[in-house]
């Protein structure tokens, strides 16, 4: 894989963060930090450090032994570095990411010293028509100068659930199929991120995390991006042991047809998602220095 520099960045560019180990020392301190914390509604810190975890433990692909902590997601943009602040405005080359803090901007080099991070992947749209990094940027800066943009843990959280939905050794996709079979499961679970992703498209200021950020960024701009379902058997059949009756579901779910996927543009996806789409391509890394 080969490693990058800023200069090979463009905008729009998808970053994908991979994070160190998990160290139980660090999530005990950041317990400390809670426990010191006199604003309740500060006491985030431990429960934001698993949260980093949480998501590649519940998300994490296909590497097998190559596994990474694979947590966070942001993109490369053009934004005033001092908006918010009583200076003239000056835009720069930085990444756009939405954080704890809300949405704002981080300089690389800064970001590549930090402790959370391993190794940036750089995720680059295979196809770019005219304007695309115009429309790109112009969609990330409607983001990023409101700053009133909340990040939401509620969202976050989310995304593990449904991380656990989409593989079919995940808890929650076993306790699925145990109830409605293999195709039920599959059936409900394509109803959830449908009615997850239309609640999206009109509430996307109340469901702003790192991923669904970027996702947002690319649907609004006009270039959505495909997330493609997980290898499964396309002649999915009803599980022997379904006890409910053929009536529960609708005519158009009992078909003896195979399954296919919903067509969704997805914008509440993971980090991981964002760069398994078939839209983008790895160009190269960003090492931790």
């Known amino acids: 894989m080969k490693p990058l520099n800023q200069t090979d960045l463009q905008i729009g560019d998808i970053l994908i963060f991979e994070n160190q180990d998990f160290s139980y020392v660090k999530f005990l301190d950041e317990l400390k930090k809670d426990y010191f914390e006199e604003d309740p509604k500060k006491r985030m810190h431990a429960a934001f450090y698993l949260l980093l975890y949480l ?93 009133s943009i909340p990040y939401s843990y509620e969202t976050a959280w989310l995304l593990a659930v449904i991380c656990s939905l989409r ?15 293999e195709w039920g499961a599959k059936k409900m679970i394509d109803i959830v991120q449908l009615l997850i992703n239309e609640y999206s498209n009109e509430h996307q200021k109340k469901m702003v995390a790192c991923s669904t950020l970027v996702a947002m960024i690319y649907k609004n701009a006009g270039f959505e991006l495909e997330v493609e379902e997980l290898e499964a058997d396309p002649e999915i059949v009803v599980h022997p042991d379904l006890k409910l009756s053929a009536d529960f579901f609708h005519q158009s779910f009992t078909s003896s047809k195979p399954l296919n996927p919903l067509e969704l543009k997805e914008t509440i996806i993971t980090p991981r998602q964002l760069s398994e789409s078939p839209d983008v391509e790895l160009i190269g890394y960003l090492p931790h220095s």
Request: proline content about 4%.
């Open 55 to 147: 998501i590649p433990w519940f998300d994490p692909g296909k590497e097998g032994k190559e596994y990474k902590n694979i947590y966070h997601a942001a993109i490369w943009g053009n934004v005033d570095v001092n908006r918010g602040v009583n200076k003239t405005p000056e835009n720069l080359d930085r990444i756009v990411q939405a954080g704890r803090t809300g949405i704002g901007q981080a300089e690389l080099e800064a970001t590549l010293k930090g402790e959370g991070v391993k190794n940036i992947y750089v995720y680059r749209r295979k196809n770019q028509p005219v304007h695309f990094q115009d429309k790109i940027n112009s969609a990330t800066r409607a983001f990023y100068d409101e700053v």
């Open 167 to 181: 593989y079919t050794d995940g808890a929650l996709y076993k306790m699925l199929e145990k109830h409605l079979g």
